[in-house]
């Protein structure tokens, strides 16, 4: 069996008449649970069923999602959204943990080409003055920028700015990182 939960982990085109086999081997041989535990790989319950979605990505997006999934051996791409989906997942309990007086850096890349994307985050960073001890603009390529800002105040203040700063269309990204005043 672990055999098989290789091949059905890790199947490639070439593999597809093995993959099928084997897949017709589990559903005769194991109950439900049990083939649920060899196909994942981890004991899921029964309102963990896979969901399909459909989602829009830029075609450079999705050829750079691509190179990294093939650089680190993902068999699909959805294996490596489901990955990408539990890294942002475990980012955001993290960033929910931040709280009490803190000392930190913003850090945002964006595309300064997006209509209305400067004047939306000027505006912004105006409204949190009070925690924005310093920034630091730079300009990465024609197009993208890199913004670092400094702030110090409260946990929850320092996450709402970051997080509306992520909600713009044009923002690449969005990294917070804090360190307890605190001792």
Partial sequence: MTIGLIIASRWTKPYQYYHVQLRQYIFKTLNTYQQRTLITGVTMTMDDDLSRIGISLPKNLLDRFDEILNYRGYSSRSEGIRDAIRTYITYYKWMADVKGEREGVITMVYDHEQRNLLSSIMDVEHEYHEIIKASLHSHVTHDRCLEVILV?????????????????????SVKLTTISIED
């Fill in 152 to 172: 110090h105040g409260d946990g929850s203040q320092l996450k709402a700015l970051a997080e509306k700063l992520m909600a713009h269309k044009g923002v690449e």
